[in-house]
């Protein structure tokens, strides 16, 4: 029995997105407003996750990273596409038993000070998600938040602080501990450290791989920076204008980049180390990104490629495995 | 080890200084309002007009409608005797002593005030918060719902505030309560504004949104995270109205749509009335003047630094 | 003394003379108005047949006027050699073109709101327009010219007249200018008013001063001398009435030598414009201001309650603290410039003690009582309307009485206290003419709700003395009545004053007029 | 920026029509009618009955809106109960006096407050700027009618230095073009005429001009110290360009951006002080007009006066906004 | 001699001192840096040196700096200079790029306008010569179609292209000294690359100095010859670049070190991050301000002021020897 679960459970993904697209409509008018447009913030993405895993999201600012992390949690309408979590069909969930759901999924931002009701103290803060769904007496919300602040690195005399009364790095890990409390199966962290100080970074890191060990979680990690997402993750998606372009376990993303893209990221990352620094081969792109209103023909990154060809123009390049595990977009096998 | 000892301490001192500066949001701004010189004054003002407003009758030492001097004061030959030892503030027209008047006339004014204000603020934020709520909740109706509550607004909003007073104040003729309900009803587009405005910024703040995603109910949302958060400026916002209501209640009395009942002393009443005497009898328009400007100042002045203390763009150029 | 007089009819030539009026002209017809402020100004354009001195009445286009002893013929003889500013001369046949082309009104033209005083005076129209509302029949029987010789005729006497010749309202129009305007722009009530009543110039009258600019942005009106005026031509060239509605203001303006004249001077003001230097001439009263008992409310309908309460109100007081130098205790409904007055009246002086034993007598020792009083207006009669009420309610108050005070709008004060709403309440009028129906007949003619009473002696002996041609006769009907109705005792009357004017100290004024008929002719800037 | 303005312009009718409804709906429900104004006190019930059946109040009350509605529409308000002449021909009549004294007001309260809150700003912990800051409190707790008074009392009346009343001295020549005496009196070259107006507007442009002044100082100074604190002040210091380059191109260029908003949205209380100063110094605008109509229960009156004086509001507003467009480059896109 | 010599640099807000005693110098053609994490006192340092921080007044109210010690550039102490001298340096033999493109521009001043106006001034270009050299420089920094952009507005660029318009100011006068706080912060990677390429490619051009401040060691790794770390307002270590990552001999910069995810080190091996936060400090009079969160810490930590010991690896460091 007990075999036959895991084994389920080992093969089936958490987590899987299948054909997610996220528009934005772009409204105008002079008296009433019609659609002239649509931001395609996530443009059709596909992607899996195994149940203590953690996948690692990266790309540059609005490529549509964060859209993504918010369909998933339904925070966001999708448009198209196909979200389970579990044998939970997240997509299909409506108001009452969506709400319900949300115990499953929970989520970490970005700005730890934005993200915290400034009003409410610690105590109220990590009681509520337990108090709107019913979990527990006082008493046992008061003991749970204990345990999880312990287990987030901060004193249980923090209770009644307000959020204003913390560091950088102490509200991110109330954040956290937040996200904590109700046990959920997956977490979305959407750039969990990128505001914060190098050496504050480091303990959150830590703090997030420590958690996923002593309660089994499961990571969406959001980032822009190559190096945090490779550090913290498993498995590496590279996202461009709304499309993943390259997917692979996080090893092989560093040392076999197929897509010039992840390549010219990789080697704009500036490393530490003045010798690497003076001998490293730079892939300097042009220009900016487009715009995710209209995004060019053919494959998206062609404007800024320096390998593009005539077929990138024409052609969207298909999403096929070039070695196990290891997925890009382009035409070229590079 | 004693040096060892010495870091802990250090260390503890320096936690204990953040220590200090600890306590909700509202507490803090209350501390720095403290070390304001114009939050001082502003809360040393209404302070004392809360409490000469309160007392009043048992400070006046005359009823406000005795007119224990008539027989000294002749209007037709604009003989009106000034202050002096019995009457501090000398006497008014039909022989009633100022002093009383202006003691025991506070009470009406603050009322004027206090309930002109509630009105504008009860009606405006419920007003303004429906439409937020509807707007942010609501769906599509919702976000129509609430595009036709703030059209509405916005024609209310066209109208000069005065003016709105005014035809409130023909419809219910003049009164104390016409002014009240009067200077309320002009300020209610005002709150309703602000109070929506103020809870659409919260509503697309990130810890509306982590409460969303954690599952917290709609409702309790709006009443529990965006409401409590917003209603900050609003509370400033109804401080300066108060100001302003005491202002606009006295431009009212002047345009004959006040407090005609001369019973019951009033500041801006007597203000107005005392117009008549401006040339030969000045001190009978000056005391209610100067009351109405010290107190609408007073308010100012709270509101203000309240303002300035809640406000972090503010606050980080200190 | 010789250049100093040139000097003052230099300024007279050269200077405009600048009146501070309460308030703009409705209309530069005098038919259609029923406001002082237009008549102020038409007066001294159209001249009517009759016309005051002091109280009495005087010839004015009419040398001479009969009536027969019914009282329904009255014939006028004309002055000669008089002219109309357009050049035309006055006959009868002119004046009877005024009176024909009134009763003829149709439409709109008989909306109270134009023509109250007509419709007031001569019952109605030619023919009534029952749109407009009104049922009586018109007594005008016409009116015959003959040289210089008009007759108008009316089905019935009314004690109307012979005052209705005397108001502004019936100022002669030159036929010659009628001839540019047609009677039929109005047609209903809230159409406005032609056009040509707005304007300077297109009606020409008879007297002293040609309009010459109306300007209502700058709500100023300016007349000038007309040199051909039957009578004694005006002393100043130029005369501006311009409008200065708040009473301080107008004040102020003449303090500050903005203007030479105003009128309804604040009672305050009267000292403190003397001890200046300025004039402030005395009229003589002419109104009445009273408090009513309405006698549906108990226990107002106890005779002795109203006159336990005549006692307890210091009158003297309110003369003396608040009305304006010249004001005096009234003992009856009428003042005493009017035939008519009687020194027989019952009075009811001061006397808290009285009063309160009277009230106690009465078994009302704890008296509440509503008092309405008007709030956002000045009366003639009534210069501060809440003052008096406080003063009268303190003094109530010292005999024990509870006064609820009842402010109400003005626009809502005649309503009100017509409606029987107010139990006792303040108001007065100042008459048109000289004739105690003017005053007495305005409210003791039948039974209403205003007063609550039904003494059909009262009722009764008011209609037969308005009925009475004879002038003789008719005063000691008056001075009965008056008797009587302060028995009654349905009021208590309060006060006749003054209404003040104003002027600078370097002006000659005319005579005052008790009626605030002056005539600006009169007026010249003094010598320096 | 044309897609804008035809958006602005179209939700502005819409408002308008919304207005209409409502200020109609309004005056309805007000009680007590205008005949017992319009007659004198003794006459008779009857008459009262007579008048009201003829001014067709007793109507029902969607006939009366259409009739309201197709007037406006054809720019008739109607006629005034009160002094009997049509209402667009009053307003037109008044509309001049008010409309220069309270651009005398806006020009004062501008020319002084703009300069005075930057100093303040620049200054600021001075004694200028403690100064600056406390008078307009002060200035924004005054009640207008009072310190109308009182300017009047102390240099009309006691200094003798201004006249008391009136637009122009009675009996003065003067040729209307605009309507606005100082500039005709500039226009036609008759400057007794500038002169005599521009004495008159003193006081009033002064009083009116308190509250505008008070709240412009505290805009521009408010505005000024934040636009100081951007990052583009410092970007500007660091080209070590002239001071006064960057008081004009980056300071003041910026900071007018909230105070061109604050001055249209002050353009409302602008009227309501209007009202009430006029009728202190018998200025004879739309202010005494408004006083006399709501006295007088003259709603045909009141309701062109509103309708107009909220259109003028609407669209000088729509101008500002408009203006805004060429102030700031970043409205010009967004939509 | 040096191009820029900074010594003693004291900095105060009231009666909080955020910099305390900085001294560092920077040579001709050299690209020197100071690191440190956020509120460490980099860019109150560069400001003062632009003369760009607040003015103490003498009410000694008002939120102004109070700045004390030596800047001398070029051998004039800029601390010394009145107003108005200094205003015809900066911007001329001074320049300074900010962090934060888009606040750093004026919104409503078309940005040829902005770049025109610095010449004009230091250069007495106009009209047309400026407009010339305007598109010049946007060309030199790599902004595609210069003519056009010129009347463009701050907010039609995307941000990698305003920061290249900042720098262009910057470069406008060929300053000898060229201040960059933080320029590459706000920007993506990509952006970040180009950006850096860019200056690097007009330092060497031009010969410039440049004093770059940042708190990304990876940054100071490509660009900068001397590095100089600072905590809580002093230099805790200063020392040319490969030296100070090959040995690095604070224990801070070790934390620092040790926090950053690399990628040429094996993946989910646990990163050796500094414990505590930056307001875990204490006064540098009492000891080390770093002591709260070292894990070398003894006593001698807090017996009394550090000093910054060594010539060309300087440190400070009571325990340098322990972590060597
Ligand atoms: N509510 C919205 N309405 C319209 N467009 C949106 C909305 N939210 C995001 N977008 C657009 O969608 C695109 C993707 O945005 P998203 O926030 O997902 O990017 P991101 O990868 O998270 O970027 P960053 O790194 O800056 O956070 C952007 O072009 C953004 O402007
Ligand atoms: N105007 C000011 N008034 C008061 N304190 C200030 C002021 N400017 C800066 N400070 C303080 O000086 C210290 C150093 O600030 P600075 O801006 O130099 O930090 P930084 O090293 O540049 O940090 P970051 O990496 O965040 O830019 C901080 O503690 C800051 O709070
Ligand atoms: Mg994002
Ligand atoms: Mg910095």
């Not at chain 2, 990130?206 to 109910?217: E, F």
């Not at chain 3, 017809?29 to 047949?49: I, M």
Request: proline share 6%; net charge negative; hydrophobic share 45%.
């Amino acid at each position: 029995m007990t075999e036959d679960l895991t084994a389920d459970t080992a093969t089936a993904p958490l987590l899987a997105i299948e054909d997610l697209e996220v528009h934005f409509p772009i409204r105008r008018g002079i008296a009433i407003e019609r659609t002239v447009g649509h931001v395609r913030a996530v443009d059709g993405v596909s992607l899996s996750i195994g149940a203590g895993d953690t996948y690692g999201l990266v790309g540059e600012s609005g490529c549509g990273k964060t859209t993504l992390g918010r369909a998933v949690l339904r925070i966001e309408e999708p448009t198209a596409g196909k979200i389970r979590l579990g044998d939970v069909e997240v997509t299909s969930l409506r108001s009452e038993p969506l709400r319900r759901f949300r115990s499953k999924m929970q989520m970490v931002f970005q700005d730890p000070l934005g993200s915290l009701n400034p009003r409410h103290n610690v105590e109220m803060l990590l009681a509520e998600p337990l108090k709107v769904h019913g979990v527990g007496s006082k008493t046992e919300r008061n003991k749970l938040a204990t345990e999880t602040l312990d287990a987030v690195g901060l004193p249980s005399s923090v209770l009644d602080r307000y959020p204003h009364e913390f560091s950088g790095g102490q509200r991110q890990r109330l954040g956290i501990a937040r996200a904590l409390m109700l046990r959920p199966d997956l977490i979305v962290c959407d750039e969990p450290v990128s505001a914060l100080d190098v050496s504050i970074q480091a303990q959150v890191m830590n703090l997030l791989d420590e958690l996923q060990d002593e309660f089994g979680l499961t990571y969406l990690v959001i980032a822009h920076d190559l190096a945090v997402v490779r550090h913290l993750s498993d498995q590496v998606g590279v996202m461009y204008l709304g499309k993943l372009v390259e997917e692979a376990d996080s090893e092989a993303i560093y040392e076999h980049p197929r897509h010039p893209y992840t390549k010219a990221l990789l080697s704009a990352v500036p490393q530490p180390d003045p010798e690497i620094e003076a001998n490293r081969e730079r892939i300097i792109l042009k220009g900016d990104l487009p715009s995710p209103a209209n995004p060019p023909s053919g494959c998206r990154f062609r404007t800024r490629c320096p390998w593009a060809q005539d077929i990138c123009a024409e052609e969207e390049p298909v999403w096929r495995e070039a070695a196990t595990g290891h997925k890009v977009a382009c035409h070229f096998d590079l | 080890m004693a040096k060892i000892e010495r870091l802990d301490r250090l260390i503890e001192a320096s936690v204990t200084a953040r220590d200090a500066e600890s306590g909700s949001l509202w507490r803090q701004s209350l501390r720095r309002m403290r070390r304001s010189p114009m939050a001082i004054c502003g809360a040393v003002i209404v302070g004392l007009f809360f409490i000469v407003a309160l007392l009043g009758p048992w400070i006046a030492p005359y009823g406000p409608t005795e007119q224990t001097w008539g027989g000294e004061v002749f209007l037709n030959q604009n003989i009106f005797p000034g202050p002096r030892a019995e009457n501090w503030f000398g006497l008014d027209h039909l022989g009633r002593d100022m002093f009383s008047r202006m003691v025991v006339g506070a009470r009406q004014t603050m009322l004027v005030g206090v309930v002109a204000t509630l009105i504008g603020f009860a009606a405006g934020a419920v007003v303004g918060g429906f439409a937020a709520a509807a707007g942010t909740f609501g769906g599509r109706w919702g976000e129509r719902l609430e595009a036709v509550i703030m059209r509405a607004v916005d024609v209310a909003l066209s109208i000069p505030m005065l003016l709105l007073a005014l035809s409130v104040a023909a419809l219910l003729g003049p009164s104390l309560t016409t002014v009240m309900i009067a200077v309320g009803v002009a300020q209610i587009p005002i709150f309703a504004r602000m109070l929506r405005g103020s809870m659409l910024a919260q509503a697309h703040s990130d810890y509306v949104l982590a409460a969303i995603s954690m599952g917290v109910p709609k409702a309790r949302i709006v009443v529990s995270h965006i409401l409590p958060n917003s209603l900050g400026p609003v509370i400033v916002q109804a401080t300066l109205v108060l100001a302003t209501a005491i202002i606009e209640a006295a431009a009212l009395s002047y345009l004959g749509l006040g407090n005609p009942d001369p019973g019951t002393p009033e500041w801006g009443t007597m203000l107005a009335d005392a117009q008549r005497f401006l040339s030969g009898a000045p001190q009978l328009a000056i005391y209610p003047a100067v009351g109405i400007i010290i107190t609408a100042l007073g308010f100012t002045l709270l509101g203000e630094a309240m303002r300035e203390s809640l406000d972090p763009r503010l606050r980080r150029q200190q | 003394a010789c250049s100093s007089e040139r000097g003052g009819e230099d300024l007279n030539e050269t200077k405009p003379f600048i009146f501070g009026s309460p308030g703009d002209p409705a209309s530069m017809d005098p038919v259609f108005a029923s406001d002082g402020e237009t008549f102020r100004v038409t007066r001294q354009v159209f001249d009517t047949l009759l016309d005051h001195d002091g109280t009495e009445i005087v010839p004015g286009l009419a040398e001479t006027w009969e009536q027969n002893p019914e009282g329904t013929e009255w014939t006028f003889n004309l002055r000669e050699g008089v002219t109309f500013h357009d050049g035309t001369e006055l006959n009868a046949e002119a004046v009877c073109q005024n009176f024909d082309r009134w009763h003829n009104f149709t439409g709109g033209y008989q909306s109270p709101n134009y023509t109250y005083y007509y419709s007031s005076f001569f019952g109605g129209f030619a023919e009534n327009d029952p749109e407009m509302g009104i049922e009586a029949e018109s007594i005008y029987a016409g009116c015959e010219a003959d040289g210089l010789t008009a007759t108008i005729s009316l089905t019935e006497y009314t004690a109307n007249f012979p005052g209705a010749f005397t108001m502004a309202t019936t100022g002669i129009v030159s036929p010659a200018s009628l001839e540019q305007i047609t009677d039929d722009e109005v047609v209903t009530a809230d159409d406005p008013l032609p056009q040509y009543t707005q304007e300077a110039g297109v009606l020409a009258g008879t007297g002293p001063y040609e309009l010459t600019e109306w300007d209502h942005g700058a709500q100023s009106v300016t007349l000038e001398r007309y040199d051909d005026f039957w009578g004694e031509t005006a002393n100043v060239k130029t005369l501006i009435f311009n409008t200065i509605s708040d009473e301080n203001a107008r004040r102020q303006a003449l303090e500050a030598g903005d203007i030479q004249g105003y009128d309804l001077v604040a009672p305050a003001d009267v000292q403190p414009l003397l001890d200046a230097g300025f004039q402030v001439p005395e009229r003589d009263v002419f109104n009445i201001l009273y408090m009513a008992y309405q006698q549906q409310t108990a226990p107002l309908d106890d005779h002795d309650v109203r006159a336990a309460l005549s006692h307890a109100i210091d009158r003297q007081r309110i003369v003396d603290s608040v009305l304006p130098p010249g004001g005096e205790v009234a003992s009856q409904f009428i003042p005493p410039t009017i035939d008519g007055w009687s020194e027989e009246v019952t009075t009811y002086d001061y006397d808290p003690e009285l009063a309160t034993q009277m009230l106690a007598d009465a078994g009302q020792e704890d008296l509440s009582i509503e008092v309405c009083y008007p709030t956002d207006v000045t009366r003639p009669y009534m210069p501060a309307p809440k003052d008096i009420f406080d003063i009268i309610a303190a003094d109530l108050e010292a005999v024990g009485v509870t006064v609820e005070a009842t402010p109400i709008s003005w626009v809502d004060y005649i309503p009100a206290t017509r409606s029987g709403d107010c139990p006792m309440y303040l108001l007065g009028w100042t008459g048109d003419f000289t004739d105690a129906y003017n005053f007495l007949g305005t409210w003791f003619s039948t039974e209403t709700t205003e007063w609550g009473f039904d003494e059909p002696e009262i009722f009764d002996g008011l209609a037969a003395a308005a009925a009475e041609p004879d002038p003789e006769v008719r005063t000691q009907m008056w001075a009965d009545l008056n008797v009587t109705i302060m028995d009654q005792l349905p009021g208590l009357p309060i006060s006749s004053s003054p209404p003040s004017i104003a002027f600078a100290a370097n002006v000659e004024p005319m005579e005052v007029s008790p009626l605030t008929q002056e005539d600006f002719s009169e007026l010249s800037f003094a010598s320096e | 920026m044309l897609r804008y303005t035809v958006k602005r312009l179209l939700q502005l009718a819409v408002a308008l029509l919304g207005l209409s409804l409502l200020l109609f709906a309004w005056f309805k429900a007000l009680p007590g009618g205008p005949e017992n104004r319009m007659l004198p006190d003794n006459a008779t019930d009857q008459q009262r009955e007579a008048l009201r059946q003829a001014l067709g109040l007793d109507e029902p009350i969607w006939s009366q809106y259409g009739e309201f509605l197709s007037r406006m529409v054809h720019l008739d308000f109607g006629t005034s109960l009160s002094s009997g002449r049509p209402i667009g021909t009053e307003l037109a009549e008044r509309l001049p006096a008010t409309i220069e004294l309270s651009m005398w007001a806006i020009v004062i309260a501008v020319g002084i407050g703009i300069p005075l809150g930057y100093l303040a700003a620049r200054r600021r912990g001075t004694w200028l700027d403690f100064g600056a800051v406390a008078g307009s409190l002060v200035g924004i707790c005054i009640p207008v009618f009072f310190l109308a008074a009182m300017l009047k009392v102390v240099f009309a009346q006691e200094l003798g230095w201004l006249p008391t009343t009136f637009r122009l001295s009675p009996g003065l020549t003067y040729t209307e073009i605009t309507g606005l005496r100082v500039l005709d009196g500039l226009l036609t070259g008759e400057f007794d005429v500038v002169w005599d107006a521009a004495r008159h507007l003193m006081l009033p442009a002064i009083a009116l001009a308190s509250i505008p002044l008070a709240v412009i100082v505290r805009i521009t100074r408010a505005s000024v110290l934040e636009v100081v604190g951007e990052d583009y002040v410092r970007t500007a210091d660091a080209k070590g360009l002239k001071q006064t380059t960057i008081r004009g191109r980056h300071i003041m260029k910026n900071a007018m951006l909230p105070i061109v908003t604050v001055i249209g949205l002050l353009l409302g209380s602008l009227f309501a002080g209007a009202v009430l100063t006029e009728s202190v110094f018998a200025f004879g605008g739309i202010g005494s007009f408004v006083y006399q109509a709501t006295t007088e229960r003259d709603y045909p009156a009141l309701m062109g006066f509103i309708l107009v004086i909220a259109v003028s509001y609407v669209v000088l507003n729509l101008i500002v906004d408009l203006s805004y467009g060429f102030l700031d480059p970043r409205v010009r896109v967004r939509k | 001699m040096a191009l820029l010599e900074v010594e003693d640099l004291r900095i105060a807000f009231g009666s909080s001192t955020v910099v305390d005693g900085v001294s560092f110098h920077v040579d001709e053609s050299q690209v020197v840096s100071l690191v440190g994490e956020s509120g460490c006192g980099k860019s109150v340092t560069s400001l003062a040196i632009m003369g760009l921080l607040p003015k103490l007044r003498k009410s000694g109210r008002g939120g102004g700096a109070a700045v004390s010690g030596r800047a001398v550039f070029d051998g004039v102490d800029l601390f010394g200079l009145s107003a108005d001298q200094m205003r015809r340096r900066r911007g001329a033999d001074l320049a300074m790029v900010f962090q934060d493109p888009l606040s750093s521009l004026n919104p409503v001043v078309p940005i040829g306008r902005q770049i025109t106006e610095v010449l004009e001034r230091h250069r007495g270009l106009r009209g047309e010569a400026a407009r010339k050299e305007a598109e010049n420089l946007l060309d030199r920094v790599g902004i595609p179609d210069p003519r056009r952009r010129l009347g463009e507005y701050p907010h039609q660029l995307s941000g990698g292209m305003r920061q290249r318009v900042l720098i262009a100011i910057a470069v406008a006068c060929a300053p000898r000294l060229l201040i960059a706080d933080e320029p590459t912060t706000a920007l993506d990677v990509t952006i970040q690359a180009q950006i850096l390429e860019l200056l690097k490619d007009l330092v060497d051009a031009e010969g410039t100095a440049l004093l770059m401040i940042t708190h990304d060691l990876g940054v100071v790794a490509g660009m900068c010859n001397v590095v100089n770390v600072l905590y809580s307002g002093r230099v805790v270590e200063s020392s040319s670049a490969s030296r100070l990552f090959a040995e690095p001999t604070h224990p801070y910069t070790v934390g620092l070190l040790g926090s950053i995810p690399r990628l040429d080190l094996p993946i989910h091996e646990p990163l050796k991050p500094i414990r505590g936060s930056i307001a875990d400090v204490i006064r540098w009079g009492d000891g080390c301000a770093f002591a709260p969160r070292c894990d070398l810490v003894g006593a001698e930590c807090v017996a009394g002021e550090p000093m910054l010991k060594g010539e060309a690896h300087a440190h400070r460091c009571v325990k340098a020897e322990e972590i060597a």
